[in-house]
């Protein structure tokens, strides 16, 4: 299980989201591959050999050989682990200067009072 802090995924998604929160929506590991190996052994063997008499003379018969092989073969799968995530938006508030503020007041009251000239 991923654990906040415990991976470099972690300066990654900071560095993504930059200073807004960073929201792990699923995680888990994920096959990207699979990796076979094989292994074969051949064997030969002869059969056993019998005789037999023919008319006093001793025959022996020569057996073929005999050929067998194994073969085994495994495949396991490649997995990584993989993070989906979001950067969650973060409320922003216009902050105004005290300046700014003073000259929003004043323009304000001039619509003010233009609203109170026109009626």
């Known amino acids: 299980m991923w654990f906040a802090g415990s991976t470099s995924a972690d ?3 900071a ?6 929160p960073v929201i792990v929506t699923e995680e888990g590991e994920v096959v990207v591959g699979s990796t076979t190996s094989s292994n074969s052994k051949a064997t030969s063997e002869k059969e056993h050999a019998s005789s037999f008499n023919l008319a006093g003379m001793k025959f022996l018969s020569n057996p073929p050989d005999v050929k067998n092989t194994e073969t085994s073969s495994q495949t396991t799968a490649i997995k990584e682990w993989q993070i989906s995530y979001n ?5 922003t508030k216009t902050v105004l200067a005290p300046k700014a503020r003073k000259t929003q007041k004043a323009i304000k009251a001039n619509q003010a009072d233009t609203n109170t000239i026109i009626k």
């Open 11 to 13: 300066a990654l998604m």
């Open 15 to 20: 560095k993504n989201c930059g200073v807004n």
């Open 87 to 91: 950067c969650k938006a973060v409320e």
